[in-house]
């Protein structure tokens, strides 16, 4: 059975640091890219960081300089380094996984930012 699942939430404060981890387990097929999304309630989910299989990165302006995406092909985990965090980056993170032909969703973990 295919999951993804994503770990490293919590309540930082603003200013502070959080690194989120995204890992695909139950497949055997090629992963191409790999992305982070974010949502607040009331809001369409908002694309943040994208890494393909190559290692080539994009970012949200609104994220740029301040969150680093990574990826270990070895292990089918992403990563995302968050740093001078904002509280509006307040928001459920997702990851989505890419193959050929498929993509699949991870449940979300929840990043708060206090001021």
């Known amino acids: 059975q295919v999951q993804v699942v994503e770990s490293g939430g919590g309540l930082v404060q603003a200013g502070g640091s959080l690194k989120l981890s995204c890992v695909l387990s139950?497949?055997?097929?090629?992963?191409?890219?790999m992305d982070w999304y974010r949502q607040v309630p009331g809001k369409q989910r908002e694309l943040v960081a994208t890494i393909t299989s190559g290692g080539i990165t994009n970012y949200a302006h609104s994220v740029k300089g301040r969150l680093t995406v990574s990826r270990d092909n070895a292990k089918n985990t992403m990563y995302l380094q968050m740093s001078s965090l904002k509280p509006e980056d307040t928001a459920v993170y997702y990851c989505n996984v890419q193959g050929g032909t498929w993509n699949y969703w991870g449940q979300g973990t929840q990043v708060t930012v206090s001021s």
């Open positions: 139950g497949s055997a097929f090629s992963i191409n890219a």
